[in-house]
Structures are given as structure tokens and as C-alpha cells.
């Protein structure tokens, strides 16, 4: 059986697909699949991160026209949860 963090990792390449191919829908989508991450993240450091993603994800979607503004915020989040859910996997 998988370990929760690898399944967490599973739902972090979900999300970096998405911001790699962006589309319709792909902001909310994104927001989703952090906030699963915070829900089911067995450190409060990896939910953290995740709650900066789905953040960050939420903010650009009210505001589109700020699409600049949150880009860059949405990526450093994203490589920090991948950095935190990596550590913590290495750890287990």
C-alpha cells in the first residue's frame, strides 16, 4: 500500500499539470486539489504550503485581471509544497 504522502505527491503532479497546460477551469481545479492536500496532509507544514497554493489559485480567480500579480506567487507556492511533500516523503 502507497504511503499518504505519496498519494499526496500524486495529487501535487495533478496540480502541476494543470500549470503547466493551463485551461478552462484549471485555477479551480487547482484550488481544489491543494485544499485535498490540506485536508488529508499529515504535517501542519505541508498543509500550510497547500493552503498558500489553493490561496493563491482562489485570489487569481477573483481576480483576473490581476493575472500578473498572482502568477508568480502561485508557482513559488507550488514548488514549496513539492519541496515540503519531497522532504517529508524522504523522511517516512
Known sequence: MRSPVDRLLDQLAEIEALMAAPGSGSLEKICAGALKIVFYAPTGEISKA?????TS??????????????????????????RTLTEASSTE
Not at 58 to 77: G, I
Open 50 to 54: 497547500a493552503s498558500t497554493v489553493a
Open 57 to 82: 489559485a482562489r485570489l487569481w480567480v477573483e481576480n483576473p485581471s490581476k493575472a500578473s500579480l498572482y502568477e508568480k506567487p502561485l508557482k513559488n507556492a507550488v514548488a514549496t509544497l513539492r
